[in-house]
């Protein structure tokens, strides 16, 4: 056992380096749309699979602390899904089956759907009406077909690269960053003070 960890500060600088590059190529007509959304709606729900789903409830949290009406799908208090509603899906693979039917649902209701993906021709991407596509930098999803399922089951849930940001923590990290970019957005435009946030947190811990 060794105090010294040689690698960690160079695979943080790598992972800096990637949200650099990534942030510096998304496409703008894309965030702009995703944008406009978020300040037109009235309820949004959020939801993702494994990591993606954590990521999905850390932006839900942030929603409502903006003042949002904002609901985690699956969660035992979240209420009917209605006309008119918005759901902000996060899956890399944009395949996960799970995520497909939960799109599939919300598109019945007619409600608007946006994806954040790494595969934007998946096909949630292609039933999505907002998609934002922060690419794969580490090409988890684009040698890998299969669904989250499959891959956790045959346990072929594994980077084809390297040892660097495996599975799809590349995608997952970029889409807190990319979604904590929003809310710093939303709270710039909505001129949301600090306090009035503080006002919403949780209190009963």
Same mark, same amino acid.
């Given at each position: 056992?060794?105090?010294?960890?040689? $690698? +960690?500060?160079?695979?943080?600088?790598?992972?800096?380096? #990637?949200?650099?590059?990534?942030?510096?190529?998304?496409?703008?007509?894309?965030?702009?749309?995703?944008? #406009?959304?978020?300040?037109?709606?009235?309820?949004?729900? =959020?939801?993702?699979?494994?990591?993606?789903? *954590?990521?999905?409830?850390?932006?839900?949290?942030?929603? %409502? $602390?903006?003042?949002?009406?904002?609901?985690? =799908?699956?969660?035992?208090?979240?209420?009917?899904? $209605?006309?008119?509603?918005?759901?902000?899906?996060?899956?890399?693979?944009?395949?996960?089956?799970?995520?497909?039917?939960?799109?599939?649902?919300?598109? &019945?209701?007619?409600? %608007?759907?946006?994806?954040?993906?790494?595969?934007?021709?998946?096909?949630?991407?292609?039933?999505? &009406?907002?998609?934002?596509? *922060?690419?794969?930098?580490?090409?988890?999803?684009? $040698? !890998?077909?299969?669904?989250?399922?499959?891959?956790? +089951?045959?346990?072929?849930?594994?980077?084809?690269?390297?040892?660097?940001?495996?599975?799809?923590?590349?995608?997952?990290?970029?889409?807190? =960053?990319? #979604? !904590?970019?929003? +809310?710093?957005?939303?709270?710039?435009?909505?001129?949301?003070?600090?306090?009035? %946030?503080?006002?919403? *947190?949780?209190?009963?811990?």
């Amino acid at each position: 056992m060794t105090d010294e960890a040689p $690698h +960690i500060p160079g695979f943080m600088q790598q992972m800096g380096e #990637s949200i650099t590059k990534t942030s510096g190529s998304l496409d703008h007509a894309q965030i702009a749309a995703f944008f #406009s959304a978020m300040l037109a709606a009235k309820r949004i729900y =959020v939801s993702g699979a494994g990591r993606s789903g *954590l990521v999905a409830k850390a932006f839900g949290l942030r929603l %409502m $602390h903006l003042g949002y009406e904002s609901y985690v =799908v699956g969660e035992t208090i979240t209420p009917a899904f $209605h006309e008119g509603d918005m759901l902000v899906a996060f899956s890399g693979s944009g395949e996960t089956q799970s995520m497909v039917s939960i799109c599939g649902t919300a598109k &019945d209701l007619k409600g %608007m759907v946006c994806v954040i993906t790494a595969m934007p021709d998946s096909r949630i991407g292609k039933m999505a &009406d907002l998609v934002v596509n *922060l690419g794969d930098p580490t090409d988890v999803y684009f $040698h !890998d077909k299969n669904s989250f399922e499959v891959r956790q +089951i045959t346990g072929k849930y594994r980077s084809i690269t390297s040892a660097f940001a495996p599975f799809g923590t590349m995608f997952e990290t970029l889409a807190l =960053v990319f #979604s !904590d970019a929003v +809310i710093s957005a939303l709270m710039e435009a909505k001129k949301d003070e600090i306090a009035k %946030m503080q006002g919403r *947190l949780s209190n009963v811990e």
